[in-house]
């Protein structure tokens, strides 16, 4: 299996490099916007190995999306480059306050106090017609790439690899995050908080410093959809928008970085056949994998394949030994 | 070595309702002592672990630390002071690998508890948690879950994750209670050389007189909150008063 396992992230990666050149654009757009979410679902998925499930982080995908919208409407500001880390800060910054309060929280309030918020953060966006366009949204307009504008035909590639590096950072980073003592405490408080607070730790912290990482996340997102969509309304916020993160999480697998990405670039494909083949039960047909994944295969879409390349591991062994 | 005062307690007294848990505990614990406590179930030694570390805040009364006054201060900043406690039910990240929550450990002791970007397995804590696994018994177990652990090592690695955080007081609540009779004794050998090889102040609740008789050199006695005995172990566990409240006859 050893083996298997060590090429898996070097195809995985061939591939993805692979895309524009070799796929029709609307396929370059679905896995585009698919990566891009992924750092979302990437955030929940954070909350999920603590135990804990958040119906609102599309709160800080808005975060990040609005800061595309206001940036090109106010500032002129359309380079990518620049964006990209500033929606990160803003998500952060957003999530810094939020966090104060959601620290306290677990469980149920947690997940219904994230769902308060983004609701909130929606009206606001929806109701602020002067500023925000309320429904009619912003437009993101054109990125620039440091100072570079690439004509329109080569725009969709040169927005596809920024944001594959990005991935790439943000997969580095996060894997970094949850190798750290810190990060295992994530995981630990699962299982036992009154173990970490007689460690001298506090609990509130690992998750108040989690909650500003996953808003940063989600700002990073928020961007990224923000260019690759090209148009940002208030549903960035909606709680559907964070339902499909959590359901995304699932799909994937959230125990580890990639299920969330398998799962968002899963979802995105689902999504669009479902729909072109089953216009009026497309939600449907969400719903049964859903169900189907967590009656049969709880880890998600990752820890199947995980099980598939085991087991053909085994047998290529066997042949061998044979 | 002079006597130095690790504990003390000043008339520390707490009710839940009706129930009088503590009832005006005064004692001192001094610098590596290794101290017994007794009672029968419902005696108030738990409540006395409890009170000392701050998950309880007593309703009166004072508790000394080192000489500092540490009452009613959370258990997190407890434990910060150098108090470290283990559990009757061990208290175990069942999902994390043992050595995985041994490093935890030590990472806290070290703090770095809360780093983000340097990554738990370091080097240089790597080898001091397998060495310490290695003294709990426990090195076999090192990549194994902490869930997969058999009773008594769920007691020793509950005590180990204390222990790793190298305080100056170590409180154990039962840590022989769901052991098997024939493992007892064996893990009490394992804690007791640790604890004397440390030097570590040591107190341990423990309703088996035989383990205490056999392994402490004071023993204090607890009944409906109060220390009914105080002194070395011959004497206090031969003493009917103490007989009759922990066993319930003479």
């Given amino acids: ?322 | 070595m002079p006597d130095a005062q690790v504990l003390k307690a000043l008339d520390v007294s707490k009710s839940f309702g009706m129930v009088t848990a503590a009832d005006g505990i005064t004692l001192e614990i001094q610098a590596g002592e290794l101290v017994g406590v007794v009672g029968a179930n419902g005696s108030g030694k738990t409540t006395f672990l409890n009170l000392v570390t701050g998950y309880l805040r007593p309703d009166r009364g004072r508790v000394l630390f080192m000489g500092n006054d540490c009452t009613g201060v959370p258990p997190r900043a407890i434990t910060k002071l150098g108090i470290a406690r283990s559990f009757q039910i061990p208290q175990l990240y069942t999902n994390l690998t043992v050595l995985e929550s041994l490093l935890l450990s030590l990472a806290a002791e070290a703090g770095e508890g809360v780093a983000f970007w340097r990554p738990l397995y370091s080097q240089a804590r790597i080898s001091p948690g397998l060495e310490l696994l290695e003294r709990f018994g426990l090195r076999p177990y090192a990549h194994r879950l902490a869930s997969e652990l058999p009773e008594g090592g769920r007691k020793l690695l509950d005590i180990a994750l204390s222990f790793a955080l190298k305080p100056k007081l170590l409180l154990l609540d039962e840590p022989t209670s769901g052991v098997s009779i024939e493992d007892k004794f064996q893990v009490m050998d394992t804690l007791m050389k640790i604890v004397a090889e440390s030097r570590l102040t040591t107190v341990f609740v423990e309703h088996d007189m035989e383990v205490v008789q056999r392994y402490s050199r004071r023993v204090l006695a607890f009944d409906n909150g109060r220390v009914i005995a105080d002194g070395e172990p011959g004497r206090v566990l031969a003493d009917p008063d103490v007989r009759k409240a922990v066993l319930g006859r003479v």
């Fill in chain 1, 1 to 322: 299996m050893g083996a298997w396992m060590s090429w898996t992230p070097l195809v995985g990666a061939a591939l993805l490099v692979a895309v524009p050149a070799v796929l029709p654009d609307w396929i370059v757009f679905i896995v585009a916007l698919a990566l891009a979410k992924f750092m979302a679902v990437l955030a929940v998925a954070l909350f999920l190995r603590a135990g804990m499930v958040s119906f609102g982080h599309a709160m800080f995908y808005a975060v990040g999306a609005y800061t595309v919208g206001f940036g090109v409407k106010w500032f002129g500001l359309r380079d990518i480059v620049l964006l990209i880390p500033l929606g990160a800060l803003l998500g952060a910054a957003f999530a810094a306050l939020v966090g104060l309060v959601m620290a306290r929280y677990r469980e149920v309030f947690f997940a219904m106090l994230n769902l308060a918020f983004s609701m909130m953060l929606y009206g606001v966006l929806l109701k602020l017609y002067w500023i925000t366009a309320g429904t009619d949204g912003l437009s993101a307009g054109l990125p620039t790439f440091l100072g570079y504008a690439p004509s329109r035909e080569s725009l969709r590639v040169f927005l596809y690899y920024t944001t594959l590096v990005v991935t790439v950072i943000v997969v580095f980073g996060v894997y970094r995050f949850l190798a750290s003592p810190l990060g295992f405490y994530l995981k630990a408080m699962a299982d036992n908080e009154i173990r970490i607070e007689y460690s001298g730790e506090s609990v509130r912290h690992v998750v108040y410093v989690t909650y500003v990482l996953s808003g940063a996340l989600g700002g990073i997102g928020g961007v990224l959809a923000g260019f690759t969509v090209g148009h940002i309304v208030p549903e960035y916020s909606f709680w559907i928008q964070s339902g499909d993160f959590v359901f995304v999480a699932l799909l994937g697998g959230y125990t580890s970085v990639v299920g969330p990405l398998v799962g968002s670039i899963a979802f995105e494909f689902i999504r669009t056949y479902a729909s072109k083949y089953f216009p009026n039960e497309w939600q449907m047909v969400l719903g049964i994998i859903m169900l189907a994944i967590i009656l049969f295969r709880p880890g998600g879409l990752w820890a199947i394949y995980e099980e598939v390349v085991g087991r053909f591991g085994r047998r290529a062994r066997e042949a061998k030994r044979a």
